[in-house]
């Protein structure tokens, strides 16, 4: 019984881990989360202006990278990341969070376009972007 129980427990647990990427349920949304690495993930030193802990500047720099990245998409949704689309200059937190973010980006759009096509896609890019494509 014992045993039994413990295999259970053991499935169970490695049903609700997080699963690859690839294997996630994805709804057609830019919605997504920012998980920050253990490093960064400290507050302020200071009471000082806002903004200024490493995990402020590592989520503030995945969105810039996540939009960035999603933005060329709405542009062309056939937009290959090229050698320095990826890079960015700050704090190590910024640099590390703007990759990120631009990675993420990118493996979400292409679980999209894998699951609702590029017309759908790209449509839900553009009424997300709406003018801001023009510039």
């Not at 049903?15 to 507050?43: D, F, N, W």
């Not at 810039?64 to 990341?81: F, H, P, S, T, V």
């Not at 703007?98 to 699951?115: C, S």
Request: charged residues 25%; hydrophobic residues 35%.
């Amino acid at each position: 019984m014992k045993y039994v129980l413990l295999v259970s427990l053991i499935v169970l647990a490695g049903c609700t881990t997080g699963m690859p990427a690839r294997k996630q349920e994805a709804r057609l949304t830019l919605e997504h989360s920012v998980v920050t690495p253990e490093k960064y993930q400290i507050g302020r030193t200071t009471p000082s202006f806002a903004g200024t802990s490493p995990a402020a500047r590592y989520v503030e720099a995945h969105e810039r990278g996540w939009w960035a990245c999603l933005k060329n998409y709405a542009k062309d949704i056939e937009y290959q990341l090229g050698p320095g689309d990826h890079t960015s200059s700050g704090w190590p937190a910024e640099v590390d969070g703007f990759q990120a973010g631009v990675f993420a980006a990118r493996d979400h759009m292409e679980l999209l376009i894998e699951r609702y096509g590029s017309k759908k896609t790209h449509r839900l890019l553009v009424d997300t972007f709406g003018k801001e494509l023009e510039k």
